[in-house]
């Protein structure tokens, strides 16, 4: 061997994939994506909630009587708790009053939840039977509320 081979380096060994630019580029993308995905969805999706300056007066707001008496109809009772006894209908047990806030919200105020339901679930059942049908009192109902007797918010449905 003379002295200039041995002195010379040896060949360069490739970099591992992991190390190139591109692949690097790849993981911080893909874990972008998947931090995106479990991040919560906002933006102009959802209508924000409404001021209190923005508020419409209650005089838009339908009674809580053509209220009550569209979901009576729908349910098929007399009463929301003969609908909870007799047709077991839990979302509508316990219900102390309707009370519209103005055209698209309503608050549920009830003693207490039927066991095995959550306030989301009745907010939801109050929206879904309420805003049906072409005679419904409240057609743009977006946002109902359930709360207990101290005014607690039990769950909501948007």
């Known amino acids: 061997m003379t002295e200039v081979e041995a002195s010379a380096p040896p060949p360069p060994t490739p970099r591992p994939f992991y190390l190139r630019w591109w692949f690097v580029l790849i993981v911080i993308l893909a874990a972008l994506a998947v931090i995106g995905s479990l991040l919560p969805r906002t933006g102009s999706r959802s209508a924000p909630p ?10 838009s707001a339908p009674s809580a ?24 209908v839990a979302w509508a ?10 055209d698209s919200e309503l608050r ?10 959550n306030g989301a ?10 805003a049906a049908g072409p005679d ?5 109902l ?8 101290a005014g607690n918010e039990l769950g909501s449905a948007q």
């Open 93 to 102: 047990c316990n219900v102390v009053s309707i009370d519209p806030l103005d």
């Open 142 to 149: 977006r946002r109902v509320i359930v709360v207990d007797p």
């Open 108 to 117: 549920v105020r009830v003693t207490a939840l039927a066991p095995g339901e």
């Open 65 to 88: 009587v053509a209220v009550t008496a569209h979901m009576l109809a729908a349910l098929g009772q007399p009463t929301l708790q003969q609908a909870c006894e007799k047709d077991r």
């Open 121 to 130: 679930v009745v907010a939801l059942e109050f929206r879904t039977h309420i």
């Open 136 to 140: 419904s009192p409240m057609p743009g």
């Open 50 to 59: 409404p001021s209190p300056a923005s508020t419409p007066s209650t005089s």
